[in-house]
């Protein structure tokens, strides 16, 4: 007997979902990235001709090529996801984003495009592909790379790192977290919680570079982040097509719901905490460092924030489906206009 095929919501198969042959080296935390978008993208029954793959430059920045072939794909330069994102996301609502970006591309020279996302809560979900070296030019550190972090040449790391989730809280991005491309559960969670989210993502996963970053002395290695992980939630993900009902004992678990009625279970392993509180995940994540720990899950959720569209009164029709009728003034306006300013 034929083995029944697997369809999702909209009734595609998970074939429909996957890239091309991945380029990058075995074992490249990337491309264990790239399978979990993959299954949350088919899980979750999002249109793959509705979402807009956005890189900049790296090795992360190609992993786009490698999953959802029917979806629209724009590699721009380096650093300069952001600006090209929030244009297209302007120009097109009805797009889901999705931007893959590298440590390097994020907080070296895409630093100051990063910094303008975060504040603006566009409709977004940018990932960094964090693995502390620029990987496509041969393992210099990046501006993520742990103090004291040695490279394989045995260089010494002597400047502190950008924590990019501190950075995105700060700024005003709306939901941030942090995984580990090891963590398979963790991270297919929180990409699902982060498609049905409304407003900026930013997720930093720790992604380790097999061929210049997971040596000895290394602080983004698979070694490394299995000894230091320190998660700080059992993170769970229930879709609103789901009527899933899950069972916690009382007060250990804090529920989000999300704009499409998902929700999202935030089960506390150690003491109370609050997603919702920005001060609490800045100075969590500060005591993190201090004591040597890589904290990982959603530090910081906010759904109440209106996004960037609803702050520019954006019309429901996208910009670029309205006829020149209405986007382009006639005539006797302009002429009004130049009257005006005479
Ligand atoms: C304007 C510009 N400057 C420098 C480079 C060289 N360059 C290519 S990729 C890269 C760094 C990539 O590092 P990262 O974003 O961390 O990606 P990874 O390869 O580690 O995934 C650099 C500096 C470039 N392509 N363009
Ligand atoms: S060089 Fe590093 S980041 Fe690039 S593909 Fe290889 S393992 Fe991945
Ligand atoms: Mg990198």
């Known amino acids: 007997m034929a083995t029944p095929v697997r369809i999702n919501r909209i009734g595609l198969e998970p074939q429909v979902y996957k890239g091309g042959k991945t380029t990058l080296c075995a074992g490249c935390g ?59 996301v302007l120009a097109n609502r009805n797009l889901i984003a999705l931007g893959v970006s590298g ?29 502390g070296v620029y990987g496509l030019t041969k393992g210099q550190f990046s501006a993520t790379a742990d103090l004291g972090s040695k490279l394989k040449t045995g260089v010494l790391n002597d400047l502190p790192p950008i924590d990019t989730c501190e950075m995105a809280i700060t700024l005003g991005a709306t939901f941030v977290g942090r995984s580990f491309s090891g963590d398979k559960k963790q991270l297919q969670a929180m990409m699902k919680a982060a498609i049905a989210h409304n407003g900026t993502v930013m997720l930093d996963i ?3 570079c097999v061929t210049f970053n997971d040596h000895e002395g290394s602080t983004k290695s698979y ?16 879709p609103h097509f789901e009527d899933i009902t899950v069972e916690y004992e009382e007060g250990t678990t804090t529920e989000v719901t999300m704009h499409d009625g998902s929700k999202l279970m935030l089960r506390k392993l150690e003491e109370d905490y609050d997603p919702s509180n920005k001060i609490e995940a800045i100075h969590r994540l500060i005591q993190s460092h201090v004591k040597g720990e890589v904290l990982t899950g959603v530090f910081y959720v906010n759904t109440k924030t209106p996004t960037f569209l609803d702050l520019l ?29 005479r």
């Open 30 to 88: 990337h491309n264990a990235i790239s399978e979990r978008i993959i299954d949350a993208m088919y899980e979750m029954g999002v249109p793959p001709e509705r979402v807009i793959k956005m890189s900049g430059i790296g090795c992360s920045s190609k992993s786009p090529a490698y999953f959802m072939n029917r979806s629209h794909s724009f590699n721009s330069v380096h650093g300069r996801m952001p600006s090209v994102t929030t244009g297209a």
């Open 103 to 131: 440590d390097g591309d994020t907080a070296s020279i895409g630093v100051g495009q990063f910094v303008h996302l975060m504040r603006r809560n566009l409709p977004v979900i940018y990932i960094i592909e964090d693995n």
């Open 206 to 208: 720790v992604s380790p």
């Open 223 to 238: 070694k490394y982040m299995k000894d230091h992980e320190e998660p700080l939630q059992e993170v769970s993900f229930v």
């Open 313 to 341: 009164n954006m019309t429901d029709q996208p910009l670029a489906t309205l006829p020149e009728s209405v986007t382009r003034p006639g005539r006797e306006v302009l002429e009004q206009v130049m009257e005006e300013l």
